[in-house]
């Protein structure tokens, strides 16, 4: 039994198939209910259920069940549920709750209200999404539910108490529970379920009624049977779910059967490109919806990552040479100016990170044919400033801040609204810093509550040009009104408080755009064209740096970082370790695609404390939580001023890495825009081992990762699954060059 989840007195489940057998079996064991009774009409499995132990005793009466009932679960076939609820409604029930389990919400909340009249508050529409081969009592199973979604629809009038009643039950089962409305439950059950099952049935009754059907199935492939296999389930059962259902299901069947004929007239006119759009767009759409909007998959859950941790071992040093993944700025902005430009771009060393994927599935939604990413190779057909369609929904960015910033212009300028998401770190994170020099342009863009996502972003405005002096350094926003002056009357001019990454200017000149730079001012005009190009993304310093500090740190380390992008505006990092003392060296230096690279040669050498130049701070933001690891290593005090920032990003960096470091024993302060850190010197630990908190950022996780080498003991380090979306086989490397750390695998 789950913690929290309150005890009933009697329950009871009419219907006693594997979903109500289930139900009852796993609520009997649990413990949550004095007494569980069955109702079922089939006498037999009245029988089963008591000798199996799924129910405490079973009736066929229902009247003489539902005495003294608490709950009252209904586990029947969808359209048998009218004729049942209506046999509920002449019984006194006393405060009993009813729930159900129907696929199908609006035909049994409209079968209730006609049974009970005005009175909806005990009553709890509900639907499991579970399943299993086998069917009947005897396949029931305590478990079936653990680690499924649970979807409950409640309605304006249900009690709270009610839905807390039902909604703890399930959760006592393991089951993950959502809470939705009616109608928008049915649009997406037709959507993921009902058409599914639809087209399986109609597909294979299509080819079984043609002469040669023996030759068909004879020679039917594995996907074939993939897809027709739920052609297999419960005829009659299915016919009640597409009747019951069935005004959902024929919005959903118009709109496929719409697309159907769009592939067919594709398919008459020989037009690969249309055709090649929808399969890329499937396949990777399938791909990252799975990975980043369900974190859990929809049915079966077993894999959820709730908290990963990192378990970092104290001691070694690092050795070797190693290419840390493509850098994400860059990553990004490729996807945004391919898909804007004219032709086919071509980009090499893509980070295929969750971020920058999202980006990616971005511009898809909005019509553009992207292949790949294919071991980092990506191939954008772009469709020029003015080719981008609506989106069918909103457009998700998972955790990607640079994602949002940098949509945001490019999409004020467009004929449609737009609706951008994140996940629940993402929309903490302030978005008025571009929404409102965005408005001045002449957008029109509504964002949630202190400027937060979601940000709605009205389609058809006119921009005009803008002369903005950036409150505070940020690329992001500097990037953000430059893609805006793309299209907007005359020019847009951004000048920054300190310099800050320069990768869009760089790369829009690299598209053929003019940009005109002088000093801190960068400055656009509409009326130009981006043409496509080839891009080779280099080594993303922010990943770099992690090793950086490894290695400088540890004793005896002598590695080298190959094909790093050492962009003037992104070294804040190495100038910084140099100044506290670090050995670093750059080898091999060259441009690529107008970024200039190189190899980093990183030796261990006897840190000292600093005080970091302010100047220095918006050219290494990112990098600061590992940097806070060098400082504690370092010999004497290290003091940040000046950035404020890093409290508004995935995490408050500045506060959890200071809560961090000094549960592991590191004397720190951390102040309003920085941090004050006393470090212990070279050849003892700098800190303990012991728990920390990555807090889902995870440049928190991989800084704390680093820590480990100098720590007395191990360190474990909680949530961590974010570690993916920035440098997906972080792991891999530190193993690789002798970093010791990795998952903590269960006991």
């Known amino acids: 039994m789950q913690p929290g989840a309150a005890r009933i007195g009697r329950l009871v489940v009419v219907g006693l198939g594997l979903i109500g057998g289930s139900f009852a079996k796993g609520i009997k064991q649990s413990g949550l209910a004095d007494e569980v009774v069955g109702v079922d009409l089939d006498p037999r499995s009245c029988q089963r259920a008591v000798e199996l132990g799924v129910v405490d005793r079973c009736e066929v009466d229902l009247a003489s069940a539902c005495v003294g009932a608490d709950v009252i679960q209904l586990a029947v076939p969808i359209l048998g549920m009218e004729k049942l609820l209506a046999a509920l409604a002449r019984l006194d029930l006393g405060q009993a709750v009813i729930t159900d389990v129907g696929s199908a919400k609006g035909n049994v909340v409209r079968a209730y209200r006609d049974a009970f009249g005005g009175d909806l508050s005990r009553f709890v529409p509900g639907h499991p999404i579970a399943g299993s081969e086998q069917s009947g009592v005897e396949a029931a199973n305590a478990e079936l539910f653990k680690r499924h979604k649970v979807i409950l629809t409640p309605l304006a009038e249900t009690s709270p108490q009610a ?195 999202a980006t990616l599935q971005a511009f898809r939604d909005m019509g553009v044919v992207i292949e790949g990413p294919n071991q980092g190779r990506v191939t954008i057909h772009g469709v020029g400033l003015h080719g981008l369609q609506a989106p069918p929904g909103p457009i998700y960015l998972g955790n990607s801040g640079t994602s949002m910033r940098l949509l945001a212009g490019i999409l004020a300028a467009q004929s449609f609204d737009t609706t951008l998401t994140g996940d629940a770190s993402l929309s903490k994170r302030p978005m008025n810093r571009v929404a409102n020099p965005l408005r001045e342009m002449g957008a029109v863009i509504e964002t949630a509550a202190e400027g937060r996502p979601p940000m709605v972003i009205r389609g058809g405005q006119r921009l005009k040009g803008l002369n903005y002096t950036l409150p505070m350094a940020s690329a992001q926003v500097k990037s953000c009104l430059l893609l805006a002056g793309l299209w907007a009357d005359g020019k847009t001019t951004t000048t920054e408080p300190a310099p800050t990454r320069d990768h869009t200017e760089r790369m829009l000149r690299g598209f053929g755009y003019p940009v005109d730079v002088n000093g801190p001012r960068a400055s656009v005009e509409s009326g130009h064209t981006l043409k496509a190009t080839h891009i080779e993304v280099p080594g993303d310093i922010s990943s770099s740096a992690f090793f950086l500090v490894a290695a400088s740190i540890a004793e005896g380390s002598d590695l080298t970082l190959e094909h790093v992008g050492i962009n003037p505006t992104r070294t804040g990092v190495i100038d910084i370790l140099r100044l506290m003392g670090a050995d670093i060296t ?120 680093v820590a480990s080498l100098r720590a007395s003991a191990p360190i474990r380090i909680h949530d961590c699954a974010n570690v993916a979306t920035s440098f997906p086989n972080f792991l891999g490397l530190c193993a690789q060059v002798g970093i010791n750390v990795a998952e903590e695998v269960a006991s």
């Open 586 to 705: 750059l080898e091999n230096q060259r441009e690529v695609g107008g970024e200039p690279v190189a190899d980093l040669h990183v030796r261990a050498a006897r840190l000292k404390g600093i005080e970091i130049p302010e100047a220095l701070v918006p050219l290494a933001i990112d990098e600061f939580p590992v940097l806070f690891v060098a400082a504690a290593c370092a010999e004497g005090r290290t003091v940040l001023r000046g950035a404020e920032e890093l409290r508004v990003k995935e995490s408050d960096r500045i506060q959890v890495m200071a809560d961090g470091l000094q549960a592991l024993g590191v004397k720190c302060e951390p102040t309003a825009d920085g941090i004050i850190i006393d470090g212990v010197g070279h050849g003892v630990p700098a800190m303990g081992g012991g728990e920390v908190h990555g807090h889902g950022d995870h440049r928190i996780a991989m800084a704390f990762s």
């Open 163 to 357: 839905l807390a009643q039902v909604d703890g039950l399930w959760r006592a089962l393991g089951a993950d529970v959502e809470h939705m409305q009616v109608e928008r439950h049915d649009e997406v059950l037709a959507a993921t379920s009902h058409l599914p099952h639809l087209l399986a049935f109609g597909l294979v009754d299509s080819l079984a009624k043609r002469s040669e059907n023996l030759e068909i199935f004879r020679y039917a492939a594995g996907g074939f049977r993939d897809f027709t296999r739920i052609a297999g389930s419960d005829p009659v059962m299915w016919h009640d779910i597409f009747l019951a259902n069935r005004e959902a299901v024929l919005r959903t069947l118009d709109i496929f059967r719409s697309d159907l004929d769009a592939l067919r007239d594709a398919v008459d006119a020989g037009d690969g490109h249309h055709l090649l759009g929808v399969f890329t767009r499937a396949k990777v759409a399938r791909e990252h919806f799975s990975k980043i909007l369900a974190r859990r998959a929809y049915v079966d859950a077993m894999n959820s990552n709730d908290d990963l941790i990192f378990l970092g071992k104290p001691g070694g040093s690092l050795t070797g040479r190693i290419r840390v993944p493509g850098d994400k700025s860059i990553s990004h902005r490729s996807i945004m100016l391919g898909s804007l430009a004219e032709g086919t771009t071509e980009v090499e060393g893509f980070l295929e990170g969750e971020d920058a994927l």
